[in-house]
């Protein structure tokens, strides 16, 4: 099964650190060019003197118009086309509705929804010019189930969702051969995740390795699922919501 995406020009946000980061090495070991993007140069770098030749790096604000205009013009100067599209960039923010500021809420709307609208309308804009392709909006489990604790970034993904069923219409509708899915993780072993533990607890103890009751995965988990979204195995799967929770969504209805 080796070389899923072999020949296909992937865009990764984010994708310097986390599921980022292990969905750029996946769909580079699997045959694609991948364009990691992320405001992290010095990680983002890093990471394509890992991969090599396959990869490379551009600066990128998710949820800067302009950093967007930016990264098609290098998409179409590096690569002449766009097939994957992976709206991965996004932050994590604690806070009941009542514990929330308008700040806090504002800031998450701006980097993991605004940046998600810009990329779809960014990738199908350049996606139509070719053969098409495949977008992958990363949401979370907190859009389908929501979180009392974290009420804003469950209203941010949700929108990602609801997004992602309106650009799939749109594409289907207008004949475009671009297809939209979005992925929901529940606990994904992150840096970003990592933090919200306290000093001396080893994360690693809460993923489904340890015990199959557990919420916790790996990067690599979600990233395989990016994989399978981004290669024509999946051609006829548009506008779906895959969960990637270990089951945690039916075991919670």
């Known amino acids: 099964m080796a070389g899923r995406v072999q020949g296909k020009v992937a865009l990764v946000t984010g994708g310097a650190s ?76 604690k806070g009941s509705i009542e514990e929330t500021s308008l700040d806090d809420w504002h800031r998450l709307q701006r980097i993991n929804s605004d940046s998600v609208f810009l990329g779809c309308r960014a990738g199908i804009a350049l996606m139509k010019e070719g053969a098409g392709g495949s977008i992958i909006n990363i949401s979370s489990l907190a859009a389908l189930a929501g979180r009392d604790d974290y009420a804003a970034y469950s209203a941010s993904k949700g929108s990602v969702a609801a997004l992602t069923r309106a650009v799939a219409a749109h594409c289907r509708r207008s004949k475009y051969r671009i297809r939209c899915n979005s992925l929901h993780p529940d606990g994904v072993l992150t840096p970003m995740t990592n933090a919200q533990y306290p000093a001396g607890v080893d994360p690693r103890k809460f993923t489904i390795d340890s015990d199959p009751m557990n919420r916790m995965c790996l990067p690599e988990d979600v990233a395989a699922s990016v994989l399978f979204l981004a290669c024509d195995d999946s051609r006829a799967i548009n506008g779906v919501e895959l969960r990637v929770d270990s089951g945690q969504f039916v075991m919670s209805i």
Request: proline content about 0%.
């Open 18 to 93: 986390g599921v980022g980061r292990e969905t750029a090495l996946l769909l580079a070991r699997e045959g694609a060019q991948v364009l990691i993007s992320d405001i992290n140069v010095e990680a983002g770098q890093a990471l394509v003197a890992e991969i090599g030749a396959a990869a490379s790096f551009i600066r990128h604000d998710a949820a800067s118009e302009s950093d967007w205009n930016a990264v098609i013009e290098a998409l179409r100067a590096r690569h002449g086309r766009l097939d994957i599209l992976v709206n991965n960039a996004g932050i994590l923010l």
